[in-house]
Nanobody, 124 residues
Framework: QVQLVESGGGLVQAGDSLRLSCAGSTIFNDYAMAWFRQAPGKEREFVAHISWAGGSTSYADSVKGRFTISRDNAKNTVYLQMNSLKPEDTAFYYC??????????????????WGQGTQVTVSS
C-alpha cells in the first residue's frame, strides 16, 4: 500500500509560480509517479510523469516548458514546479503511483494509488 499526500496548492496570479509536493510512504521509491489535474466540470487529465529513478519525464503539451516534475527518493517526495501559471491551469492537482511493471502511461486507470489532491487557483 502506498499512501500519498499532496501539498503546496494555493491562490496565485497569472504568471506566478507554485511548487506542489507529494509525500509518499516508504515503498514509494519502487513506483513511477505522475501528476494529474481536474478542473471544474472537466475530466481528470494527465499533467506529467517521472520514472521511478527520475531519469525519464514526460509532459502534457499544455504544460510543456512551464512545468517540471522531479523526485527525491531519499525524501519519498515528488514535486511539480509550475511556472508562468495561467488561469487555465486552475484545477485540483493529484499525484498518483503507477502500477508496478508499467513503464509509462497517461491513462489514469493504470495508476493504483492516489493522493487526496490540492487546489491550485490562478487568477487573471
Amino acid at each position: 500500500q502506498v499512501q500519498l499526500v499532496e501539498s503546496g496548492g494555493g491562490l496565485v496570479q497569472a504568471g506566478d509560480s507554485l511548487r506542489l509536493s507529494c509525500a509518499g510512504s516508504t515503498i514509494f521509491n519502487d513506483y513511477a509517479m505522475a501528476w494529474f489535474r481536474q478542473a471544474p466540470g472537466k475530466e481528470r487529465e494527465f499533467v506529467a510523469h517521472i520514472s521511478w529513478a527520475g531519469g525519464s519525464t514526460s509532459y502534457a503539451d499544455s504544460v510543456k516548458g512551464r512545468f517540471t516534475i522531479s523526485r527525491d527518493n531519499a525524501k519519498n517526495t515528488v514535486y511539480l514546479q509550475m511556472n508562468s501559471l495561467k488561469p487555465e491551469d486552475t484545477a485540483f492537482y493529484y499525484c498518483a503511483a503507477l502500477r508496478l511493471g508499467v513503464r509509462f502511461t497517461t491513462q489514469e486507470g493504470w495508476y493504483d494509488y492516489w493522493g487526496q489532491g490540492t487546489q491550485v487557483t490562478v487568477s487573471s
